[in-house]
C-alpha cells in the first residue's frame, strides 16, 4: 500500500526494548482537502533512518503494510491493535531503482516522459509472438 502527504511531524526514535526500536511521525492525507486526516505511522528496526533526509512540511510519499494483532490481557479481555508500518519513503515524482548495495536503494527523479516507444520495442520481432 502506498499514500502521498505532507510530513506534520517526525518523532525521536524510541528503543522499546534491547533488540527493538521504532521512530514514529505524522503525514497529513487529503484524500478530501476539505477534511485532511493525519495518520501515523511507524519505522521499525533498520528502517528507523529512512526519515533521516526528510522534513517537516515536505511532501512525501510513504510503502507501507498494514499490520494487526490481538491481545489478551490480564483481566480475560482482548484487545485489538493496528499499525501503519512504512518500509519505503520517497519523495514524489521521484522512483526507486535498487543499487548493488545490500538492502540499499537508490532514488532518482523521473525523467519526463517522451511519445517515443520504450527501447525493448524496437527490437521486437512481429512473428515471434508467443501466442
Known sequence: MNIKGKLVEIFDEQQVTGSFKKREFVVEF???????EFIKFELIQDKCGLLNSYQVDQEIEIHFNLKGRKWNDPNGGVKYFNTLQAWRLTTPGQKVTQNNGPGQAEVQTQATT???PPAWLDNADDEDVPF
Open 114 to 116: 517522451s511519445n517515443e
Open 30 to 36: 487529503a484524500e478530501n482537502p476539505q477534511y485532511p
